[in-house]
């Protein structure tokens, strides 16, 4: 796996253009994105990628060494050894850390309430979006087009994408379907205890990402009042018509 060193020159020379057709979708957190994201890879039989999955095996990471989530050093010190290998097969997903599986680990509850802590470390942000755009590329050369989601993916890590999508949703379907994934049938009880996860976790992140106002070329999709194959459907639409 790549490993990159920090740096906070800008002056370096430009780096490579991505190649390859890449969808990159941005959103808060119960848009959609993984799910919407991973359906219209399959469709168009392009590779995807989680870039959210690499925070939260970073931070997992951080916690198996021991190290003071607060302390921002530590943290950017251990992202410059971070052993990731991360599959961008849709039907196949996999996080390796160390060679350690952590597809499940990194979706418990103590990642999810700590993966900010993390994520607003700005040069962690920098070696990751170099690591990204490495994987981007490699993806859409060998599929001929990638799905990639995240924050900062149509602003930051790949603005030159080849479309770039807002995908958005209403406070209230974003915390009615996480709180369904989470709780099932107990859904309309457990809202409130969902809504640190969601609305405090969106507030902090964008602190570093601006997710929640399109960027000037950034096609918005409001999937509040769409069901999951609607949703689908809108991106393949807005892919569509890029193509065209
Ligand atoms: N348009 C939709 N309508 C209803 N449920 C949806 C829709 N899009 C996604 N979901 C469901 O909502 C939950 C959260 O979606 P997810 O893809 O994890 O969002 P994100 O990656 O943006 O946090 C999942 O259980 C998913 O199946
Ligand atoms: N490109 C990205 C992707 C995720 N993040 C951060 C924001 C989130 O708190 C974590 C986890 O992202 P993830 O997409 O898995 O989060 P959700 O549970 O889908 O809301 O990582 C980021 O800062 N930049």
Redesign the pocket.
Known sequence: MPQTPVSSDVSQPTEPPLSGFVVAI?G???SG??SVSKQVARTLRYAYL???????ALTWWCLEQHVDLDDAAAVTAAAGDFPLEIGTDPDAAHVLVGGVDVGEAIRETRI?TT??KV??VIPV?EL?RRL?RELISAAAAEHGGVVV?????TTV?APDASVRILLTASEQARLARRSRELHGDAEATSVSATRS??VD?DR??ST??EFTVAADGVTTVDTSDLDFDGSVAAVLQVVAAART
Do not use: F, H
Request: glycine share 8%; proline share 3%; aromatic share 2%.
């Open positions: 941005d808060p957190s119960g994105k993984s989680d870039t959210g999955a690499m925070y939260r999810s993966v900010s994520a607003t942000r990751l990204q989601e995240g924050r900062d993916i890590v996860q969601i976790r902090l992140d570093v990402s």
